[in-house]
């Protein structure tokens, strides 16, 4: 593929993000005065490249005409959840080849005896040989390369696709494994093949093993990905490179991505809370609660200042560790999708069973038959049955409601509207408790923060959670349904850096330290030249994760600059620990355990008030109005309004109840609310103040 001729100011720029159930498109032709164009089709699970091209074609322009596509994908995360991932086999030091599995003696369950852990790399795929790094980087026993090779050969006979090479202390001292993948690269038939150290130079054998068990058994899997939609995209004649968003919200060229195939767990999640940040900014609200739900999940984050809270410390599942930085984003299996049932004490649950993109819900006509929230949503009056997307054969509101009375009303003794509501009801009480898991369980209130509702099933929720937790205001994106997608477009190129140091802050070098940040802005600014997109500007943060002297777990403390003081840092400790845990304890010493840097090329600004065309705003509320008809609010039906959203005058305002549709999401406003728009287009709701 040719490389990529620098897009930027003027081009056309096309933002794709598949989801669980629909793959989303936004392009901004820069050509043509900043238009913008949208569509939403059908992901196809089998192979995710066709819903991109599909995306592609239903948004218009030849696609020889786009200058920069940029992707967010699920298919690592998908892979890593479903445990389809490629067979690979560990090299690791004599005597620790179960640490990956003996983790850090927790339970799967909290309670009893129960639980199943699989590791990422079966025990017999998990051989030894001699070497031995000390904690202090010293070589104790030298690497038996002999050993390295019979291990190689073994794995290859096994059917291995992908190695990792994992030794003891590599953080400290890396020779051993960048010899022994020397060694190996002798004989190892393909390029995937992960050290430990290069992934993750951090101190925790059980935390780089699996992250680096993940990023090996997931490359050749999202290669593959990747070479397929390059094939699809170079037969419609887009020869230029394409990017893929990681989860840290930052952006790699698909050339190089599967190196570290680890980084884009997470990437479709990162991606819209990069875009609630950014919309946020514009709006002068800084201070958010993101809540993304789409078909088969709901996501929700923090953004404090504009900058979402990113994590090292990420658990996809039990003993699933993936130590590199990502936004911190919590998931919830409660989606549009998400199917409802009574289980055998007779009480409602909601998920994580999901209908998925097939059959999905009752209403969208491909055999679905179990009742979702979708469905509920349709029996209360909240979505319109004419204006579903991808439906095959319409399915009668009736019919839905029947299935509700059936499914869930017989053993509860609800009619069908009754049970849609209280499956509505439960799902919210879920979502709200994920919500209280980023923002009450981290010393946050939630009343502080504005809800940022978005995905395609997020604005029908979204008023209702932030009654039940106390928020002031909901802020509805122009396009919700496809702010993930808008995430790709305004993302930065971003890389990562991470060191162990491990040292007390009163005995640091603050030469050797300096210098570790300064080698990775060295690092980060020459991985961005070789991006396909050139930054306006390069953007450094650096950080370090400390605690006290005896402590296990480690606090995130922000540093102003490049240059390492013992003083600065004990002093930012301090501050940052009673900021979390109202506790001084000065007489205890401070101990720096990593040293972070984030280094990221920022992208020119992108201007969201074409996201919705000014030019088909009506120029009064009525010029707006579709209809009415009756809608459930708390047990009861109310004569409700209902909106084009993209025909309402930016000065309008609207008193609840309302509902407000548009192409990739509806939108409602409970009784007693008012909401009003911004100069992008935003819909800010005020709840209780209608």
């Not at 702010?483 to 190129?493: E, H, K, P, Q, S």
């Not at 490049?562 to 900021?579: C, G, I, M, N, T």
Request: aromatic fraction near 4%; proline fraction near 6%.
């Amino acid at each position: 593929m040719a490389e990529n001729d620098r897009a930027g100011d003027g081009g056309v720029v096309a933002g794709i993000d598949v989801g669980g159930t629909f793959t989303d498109l936004i392009l901004i032709d820069g050509r043509d005065g900043g238009k913008v164009r949208i569509a939403k089709t059908p992901t196809t699970p089998a192979n995710q490249a066709f819903g991109v091209v599909s995306a592609l074609a239903e948004a218009g322009p030849p696609v020889d005409r786009i200058d920069l596509i940029v992707h967010g994908t699920t298919t690592t995360t998908n892979a890593v959840l479903e445990r389809r991932l490629a067979r690979t086999g560990m090299i690791t030091t004599r005597g620790f080849r179960d640490i990956i599995e003996l983790g850090r003696r927790t339970r799967p369950q909290p309670y009893g005896m129960t639980g199943v852990f699989v590791p990422v790399i079966p025990r017999n795929l998990r051989l030894e040989v001699d070497e031995r790094v000390l904690a202090s980087g010293a070589i104790r026993t030298p690497l038996d390369e002999a050993g390295v090779r019979a291990a190689v050969q073994r794995l290859l006979a096994e059917g291995c696709e992908a190695l990792v090479i994992h030794f003891l202390h590599s953080y400290a001292n890396p020779a051993h494994e960048r010899r022994a993948a020397e060694v190996a690269a002798e004989i190892w038939p393909n390029s995937y093949v992960t050290t430990g150290h290069a992934l993750l130079s951090e101190a925790r054998e059980f935390e780089r093993g699996v992250t680096a068990a993940v990023n090996a058994s997931v490359q050749p899997i999202l290669e593959r990905y990747v070479e397929r939609l390059r094939r699809e995209l170079e037969t419609r004649g887009y020869i230029r490179d394409f990017l893929i968003m990681n989860g840290n919200g930052g952006m790699i060229s698909a050339r190089f991505v599967a190196r570290e195939a680890a980084k884009t767990v997470m990437s479709g999640p990162a991606s819209g809370v990069i875009a609630a940040a950014y919309t946020g900014r514009r709006a002068g609200l800084c201070d958010l609660v993101t809540y993304d739900m789409g078909g088969t999940s709901t996501d929700v984050a923090l953004i404090r200042n504009a900058q979402p809270s990113v994590s090292n410390e990420t658990e996809i599942e039990y003993a699933m560790p993936i130590h590199v930085p990502m936004v911190d984003v919590h998931t919830v299996g409660a989606g549009g999708g998400s199917i409802a049932r009574v289980d055998a004490s007779g009480l409602i649950q909601i998920g994580p069973e999901s209908a998925g993109a097939v059959p999905g819900p009752i209403c969208y006509g491909r055999g679905g038959t179990e009742p979702t929230i979708t469905d509920a949503n349709l029996v209360l009056g909240r979505l319109d049955p004419a204006r579903l997307l991808a439906v095959d054969v319409p399915v009668g509101v009736d019919q839905v409601r029947d299935i509700f009375a059936e499914r869930i009303g017989r053993a509860t003794g609800l009619d069908g509207v009754a049970a849609a509501g209280a499956a509505l009801r439960l799902a919210n009480m879920k979502m709200a408790g994920a919500i209280r898991m980023v923002s009450v369980s981290r010393g946050h209130d939630p009343r502080d923060f504005v809800l940022f509702a978005f995905g395609g099933a997020g604005p029908l929720h979204a008023t209702a959670l932030a009654r039940e937790l106390g928020l002031p205001k909901v802020l509805v994106p122009a396009r919700p349904g496809i702010t993930n997608a808008l995430g790709c477009v305004v993302a930065d190129l971003r890389h990562d850096f991470v060191n162990t140091l491990n040292r007390p802050v009163a005995t640091l070098d603050e030469a050797e330290a300096t210098a570790v940040l300064e080698q990775h802005r060295a690092d980060g600014a020459a991985l961005i030249a070789k991006e396909a997109v050139r930054p306006s500007t390069i953007r450094y943060a650096h950080s370090a994760d400390m605690q006290f002297v005896g402590q296990t777990h480690i606090l995130n403390v922000p540093l102003p600059s490049a240059a390492v003081s013992r003083a600065v840092l004990q002093d930012l400790f301090e501050k940052a620990y009673f900021a979390r845990f109202k506790v001084a304890l000065p007489e205890i010493r401070a101990n720096l355990v990593n040293l972070n840097t984030s280094v990221s090329g920022v992208r020119p600004d992108v201007d969201l008030s074409a996201l919705i065309d000014p030019g088909g705003r009506a120029t009064t509320i009525a010029g707006a109005l579709r209809g009415r008809r009756p809608v459930w609010f708390d047990g009861g039906w109310h004569d409700t309004p209902v909106y084009d959203r993209e025909k309402l005058p930016l000065d309008a305002l609207v008193a609840g109840p309302a509902i407000l549709e548009q192409l990739d999401a509806t939108t409602v406003i409970e009784p007693s609310d008012r909401a009003s728009s911004d100069a992008d287009g935003n819909i800010l709701i005020e709840i209780g103040k209608g």
